[in-house]
């Protein structure tokens, strides 16, 4: 079956520091991948994605490719703000007729000024 | 994109009840997801609600806990059923961006306390 592994957190950076949230997944077929960011007390939403291997999905200075040979969807940016802290989730989508996500588990991001 | 209302935002429930969500979204969908996201955990599909059809279950969850309507293209309610502290999560409602692009709109989110 499907399944995405994501580094736990929380991860705790300073402001300006270089992020990178670790995301591996297991998948038949060509997946689309997907980060989310699900900020404190708000509901989920998407902050990139992409749909084949080597491209490369952008959004707000956090930047992620997929890796079809490492399976890999590694999520990075080069300078974090506090307003940055949030919980990431890495996700896949397999299509079979309709589109589900299956999600890692989060990683907590917490930003000091 | 779809703007996707959920209520309650939140609730605190004794246990034995049931609680209703509902979700509403500003355009017709033919399908929309149900998910849970326990404490510190990922988000679980519950089920995928099509309009007009019986919901389509994942594996370890079952109709009788969780019930849903799907009455029309722009709403559906999840029931949380005989609720016990192990029920206190998020629920989320979901629907598709488009077909073919596996991304979901999310609404904000249910947050069940069960005492």
Same mark, same amino acid.
């Given at each position: 079956g499907n399944s995405v592994t994501q580094m736990e957190g929380p991860v705790t950076l300073s402001e300006e520091a270089f992020l990178t949230i670790n995301c591996t997944y297991t998948a038949t077929g060509y997946p689309s991948l997907f980060w989310y960011v699900q900020y404190p007390g708000e509901g989920l939403q998407l902050l990139l994605k992409a749909t084949k291997a080597d491209d490369k999905g952008s959004n707000k200075g956090f930047e992620a490719t997929y890796r079809k040979e490492t399976t890999s /969807?590694?999520?990075?940016?080069? $300078? %974090?703000? %506090?307003?940055? $802290?949030?919980? &990431? /989730?890495?996700?896949? $989508?397999? &299509? $079979?007729? &309709?589109?589900?996500?299956?999600f890692g588990k989060g990683t907590m991001l917490l930003v000091s000024p | 994109s779809a703007v996707i209302s959920q209520k309650p935002s939140r609730d605190i429930c004794q246990r034995g009840t049931s609680l209703t969500i509902q979700c509403q979204v500003d355009s017709q969908v033919t399908m929309m997801f149900w998910y849970r996201q326990q404490p510190g955990q990922s988000l679980t599909l519950i089920a995928t609600a099509n309009q007009g059809s019986e919901a389509t279950y994942e594996s370890g969850f079952v109709i009788d806990k969780f019930p849903i309507s799907r009455p029309n293209l722009t709403f559906s309610t999840l029931t949380v059923s005989n609720m016990s502290p192990e029920d206190s999560s998020i629920y989320l409602c979901s629907v598709s961006a488009g077909q073919d692009t596996g991304e979901l709109f999310f609404g904000e989110g249910s947050r069940l306390t069960v005492l």
């Open positions: /969807f590694h999520l990075e940016k080069g $300078s %974090v703000q %506090v307003s940055d $802290s949030a919980v &990431y /989730f890495c996700a896949l $989508s397999a &299509y $079979s007729g &309709y589109s589900t996500l299956t | -």
